[in-house]
């Protein structure tokens, strides 16, 4: 049985506990079911070993086991703890030598050695011994990197490094400041962080809201969808809910965009799925288990579908497209009045403006306004509708053509309002 | 392929890059306190005798110290990654706040060589608020400019600016973070105003700033206080229909809280915020309709209370 270790070769597991410990924190051993407790053991080590300083740990209810969960205050808002799983790759004594010395030799500019002399050099000046093939291989590991770029001379191969951080700008506090401000929020903000790293730099000016630290787990998905969106390649996806509740499945399609939640914490890939043509799905990020890049997509099949896509938003609240073919299909028209004193309670008009994703506002009375929005799915509204409870006056659910009473809206309307009547029983009123 | 989970990012390379760095003979206890410093928890059990034995071979052979054979360190190139990644960066359209036209040319050109690791059309940012700050405005620049400066210098300036109900005010004030929120697609400033009897703590969003400029013979003494909003804690019963458990679990992802499974369909969640967050809070909780019943504390109760009051009384006038 092999021994603990503080870095790990693969983070697919990892990510998987590092989740369900900071997204559910409730989950204790014996949530991970055909885990052994001592995989579970040492993975729970590890994450407090990683996070140490950003974690707290509560006694269950009972007190017979501790959860741990993200310790999020003013520290959080500064930087992104999670980051520090990526910086947990494991590697061999032969990685770390190799990397400082290669890296020193040809540390001043337009030095440049092929693998033969590097490894003479390494014996010569730090009687360090390499064979050069070892040396080679870690050189063109580096040029993928980009660390080291490589040029042919003769017959040889000669290696050189690749721009420095300081060599971008003549004065480089302007974009470390950027980066500091970036890294928190831009997707993939731990390439950012890395950089600051590499330059002993930290930020503590800068804060950033509304931004969910469990995305950067999902960054390593989120890079191979934007290289086959970018390269207009198929993917075919393996998808398993978080809660295994049900068995993994393949989708394949071609990536269109990324859609990004700021307020529910979840990142989705839209798809245009090929296997069925009929519609868009979009699947979230932190379900994709694996990207398998596939042949690149029919050019104007691509441009084709990210056009019926750009068509279909305009109906779309959140990430259902269903039953939405190409812009056609049953459209719901969605008309909610409220009531807002118009002189000392303007942001509830405010809010219905810049949060109704389009949707028309006008007054209709003293103090009472309506908002109108045709969607496909008009549930995925409840929950932003539901924060104007206190102020609704009225619900309405038509069809598109904004007189059709269809049963099936009538039940939805039924369900707000038994929602609203759950909701005062709850509470006694 | 570029790969993020690599180790040229470990933590372990950059610790010994600061051991490196160290000038002169560096002792044990100088390779430990750094490892303990930045290293992971338990480092010290893993990395620290792999030092001390020299079996990276960074150090001269030499009983009374390590000598390391690298002077200074190393500088790292930057990677392809950490260079798509700047590309990016350079056209959010928040860029020049801090850098001008002719920075971000000679940078387009610096990194001319790779491609961004995506464009701003990759993503839809399909519920942010659709009124964002204009970044591009000379007015906004400038402010932002200024605050940015009074923040890293840690000095007081006078901000003119628009309130809430639309009048022109003006407030001494020293700022001490700059805060940018994904959801409104904004700058706010947090900064204390008042003297060392009395300190507010305003939160201000740059675009309501007209001017910002640095106090002159400014003699008061500065103020600071802690940085700390003022905590508070709320309890949760999340009822798990319609999958709401793990809606809350995610949409609450970015708040401290302490979750326990009651029975197979309810759990208990305790919500930690800041005082300044709680309206949001409030209406967070209320998008989940019956999925969510709050338990505690009293104060938060009578707040949710008194919003479904006042949507009854609504709904019996319609009934009506």
Known sequence: ?429 | MERLFSEIYNRYFSIVNRILKTRGKISRKLIADTVREYGFAESLLFMLPKLERNEWELFDEDKASYSPKIKGGIKTPLSRLQRRWLKTAISDPRAGLFLDEEQICRLRDMLSDVRPLFNADDLYYYDRFRDGDDYSDDTYISCFREVYKAVKGHYRIRIEYTNARRKRTAVKVLPYRIEYSVKNDCFRVLCYAGNKERVKKHIMRISRMKSAVPVIDDTDELISCDKEAKRRKVTLKVYDERNAMERAMLQFADYRKNTMRIDDRTYRCEIYYDTDDETELLIEILSFGPMINVEGDERFIRLIKERLMKQKELLVHKDI
Request: aromatic content about 10%; charged content about 30%; some cysteine.
């Open chain 1, 1 to 429: 049985m092999s021994e603990f270790q503080e870095l790990i070769k693969n983070i697919d597991k990892c990510r998987d506990y590092v989740r369900d410990f900071f997204v559910y924190g409730f989950k204790s051993r014996s949530d991970f079911p055909g885990k052994s407790a001592r995989t579970y053991d040492d993975e729970r080590r590890r994450i407090v070993s990683w996070l140490e300083g950003y974690i707290s740990e509560d006694l269950t209810q009972g007190g017979r086991s501790k959860n741990i969960s993200l310790q999020i205050d003013q520290k959080l808002l500064e930087t992104n703890p999670l980051f520090r799983v990526w910086q947990a790759a494991s590697f061999t004594d032969r990685d770390l030598i190799l990397h400082f010395y290669i890296l020193k030799i040809l540390e001043d500019k337009g030095e440049a050695y092929s693998a033969p002399q590097l490894s003479e050099i390494l014996i010569d000046r730090y009687g360090i011994n390499a064979d050069w093939q070892i040396v080679r291989r870690k050189c063109n590991e580096y040029v993928d990197e980009g660390l080291l770029t490589s040029y042919k001379e003769g017959k040889s191969l000669k290696y050189r490094r690749g721009i420095l951080y300081g060599e971008l700008m003549e004065e480089t506090e302007s974009l470390t400041d950027m980066i500091k401000c970036f890294a928190l929020d831009l997707p993939l903000g731990y390439v950012g962080h890395t950089i600051l790293s590499m330059q002993d730099d930290d930020n503590t000016f800068f804060g950033v809201k509304h931004s969910f630290p469990t995305f950067t787990l999902e960054d390593e998905i989120l890079l191979s969808l934007l290289e086959a969106i970018h390269d207009k390649r198929k993917v075919k996806l393996r998808i398993q809910s978080n809660r295994r509740m049900h068995e993994a499945f393949d989708v394949t399609g071609i990536p269109l965009q990324i859609f990004v939640s700021t307020r529910t914490g979840r990142r989705f890939v839209c798809l245009c799925n090929t296997d069925r043509r009929s519609s868009f799905d979009c699947m979230r990020l932190d379900q994709i288990k694996e990207v398998k890049l596939l042949e690149q997509a029919d050019e104007q099949e691509e441009k084709k579908q990210r056009a019926y896509l750009e068509k279909d938003k305009e109906y779309i609240w959140g990430v259902s497209f269903r039953p939405l073919v190409r812009g056609k299909g049953r459209l719901q028209k969605l008309i909610l009045t409220v009531s807002a004193d118009e002189h000392t309670e303007s942001f509830i008009v405010q809010r219905l403006i810049r949060e109704g994703e389009g949707g028309s506002v006008e007054k209709i009375a003293d103090n009472t306004f309506r908002y109108e929005k045709t969607v496909v799915d008009v549930i995925e509204m409840f929950p932003w509708i539901r924060t104007f409870t206190g102020r609704i006056v009225e619900l309405k659910i038509y069809g598109s053509n904004g007189n059709t009473l269809s049963e099936e809206n009538t039940v939805l309307e039924k369900m707000f309002y038994d929602d609203l009547e759950r909701s005062f029983d709850i509470y006694g009123i």
